[in-house]
């Protein structure tokens, strides 16, 4: 059973939400990155999205573009992605990966040599927010092969439009909380209870939601009404934050403990 499944299954026996963290690998750099990822799996999370960092990231918003940029300078890509997932995977993580990257890596990289990459190193699923559900299906037949869940999000739209992209949708449903790119956020639109409610209607499967999502208050009021939560520019934010003390070895331990406390108190 692939461990997105496993997960949720353990979850649901247990009465729990799904706590997902978003981080851009290679921010500030792939080795930090995998010490992060064993902090989140301490501070909690129980699945962790591997941010590939891009050069023109349609669906983030400021605080994740700056976060790619810092990564690319340091000539970080989808391989180096996939591998800092081995390497967790070393250091003792046993939480599921998520890749959430963009089309165009993917299809540079080849679909026979990707998917064959993403199994050998042990990733769950994928995220690829701008692959629309129309032009999916040979990519998710390839991952249906190698058991990989490509996870798909669904925006407030029409019922048909729901049903068509949640439609045979393995792992959990990603329900987009806000309109427009990722961001912490104050407030929600209108309506977004109606909406994964309505999501739940058309699936079997977990519905997680996630964009703007920043805070303890915000993620216990989606916890209520989903199955998990998704937070990523908020953590990103406090890495970018916590960067001058991971960068300096005598005070990485206290930077990679700010982060750990932030993640657990959204638990």
Not at 28 to 54: F, M, N, W
Not at 243 to 262: A, C, S, V
């Amino acid at each position: 059973m692939n461990l997105i499944d496993q997960t949720f299954t353990r979850l649901k026996e247990n009465q729990k939400t799904a706590l997902i963290p978003f981080l851009t690998i290679g921010d500030p750099d792939v080795d930090t990155s995998v010490q992060i990822i064993a902090e989140l799996e301490a501070a909690g999370a129980d699945i962790v999205e591997l941010g590939v960092p891009y050069s023109d990231p349609l669906a983030d918003g400021p605080v994740i573009q700056r976060a790619s940029q810092r990564a690319l300078k340091h000539q970080v890509n989808i391989v180096s992605c996939m591998e800092a997932a081995v390497k967790a995977r070393a250091a003792g993580v046993k939480l599921p990966f998520i890749l959430f990257t963009y089309y165009n890596p993917v299809l540079q990289f080849g679909l026979d040599r990707f998917f064959e990459e993403v199994k050998k190193h042990d990733i769950s699923g994928l995220i690829i927010p701008d692959l629309p559900v129309e032009e999916s299906a040979e990519l998710t037949r390839r991952a249906e092969t190698a058991e990989i869940h490509v996870i798909p999000l669904v925006a407030p739209t029409s019922n048909e439009r729901i049903k068509s992209i949640v439609a045979g949708a393995k792992g959990f449903v990603y329900c987009v909380s806000s309109l427009g790119v990722t961001g912490e956020r104050s407030s929600f639109f209108v309506g977004v209870e109606e909406f994964i409610g309505q999501v739940k209607q058309y699936t079997d499967i977990p519905a997680v939601v996630g964009f703007g999502i920043s805070n303890r208050e915000q993620a216990e009021k989606f916890a209520r009404i989903s199955d998990g939560v998704v937070v990523g520019s908020a953590i990103v934010r406090q890495i970018e934050e916590a960067i001058p003390l991971l960068q300096n070895m005598d005070t990485r331990q206290e930077g990679l403990l700010q982060i750990r406390k932030f993640v657990a108190q959204l638990k």
